[in-house]
């Protein structure tokens, strides 16, 4: 049974720092694509970046420059860095996964076909 579990979300003041992990079990988790998104109310949920099973990273370009997303094989984890946060990077944060190749999927939610409850990140100004 797949699973994923998010943590590290919190409250921050803008230009604040946080870090997100999600730990997944229950698949083969270096063969999957990997990615973060988030969900502000009243807005539809969005890519925010993406990792293949090889390594090769994509962001929305919202973030690009401040995020960074990362995985361990090993520990079957993913990371992502948040840093310089903003008001607007308030949301839900999700970690999915596809079988798909990142390439495929992309930023699209509804190609990801196993997702994590979501941890809350608050950026206050």
């Known amino acids: 049974q797949v699973q994923l579990v998010e943590s590290g979300g919190g409250s921050v003041q803008a230009g604040g720092s946080l870090r997100l992990s999600c730990a997944a079990s229950?698949?083969?988790?270096?063969?999957?694509?990997m990615g973060w998104f988030r969900q502000a109310p009243g807005k539809e949920r969005e890519g925010v970046a993406r990792?293949?099973?090889?390594?090769?990273?994509s962001y929305a370009d919202s973030v690009k420059g401040r995020f960074t997303i990362s995985r361990d094989n090993v520990k079957n984890s993913l990371i992502l860095q948040m840093n310089s946060l903003k008001p607007e990077d308030t949301a839900m944060y999700y970690c999915?996964?596809?079988?798909?190749?990142?390439?495929?999927?992309?930023?699209?939610?509804?190609?990801?076909?196993?997702w994590g409850q979501g941890t809350q990140v608050t950026v206050s100004s």
């Open positions: 999915a996964a596809t079988y798909n190749l990142c390439l495929e999927a992309g930023p699209d939610p509804k190609r990801y076909k196993y």
């Open positions: 229950g698949y083969t988790y270096n063969s999957y694509c």
């Open positions: 990792i293949s099973s090889g390594g090769t990273t």
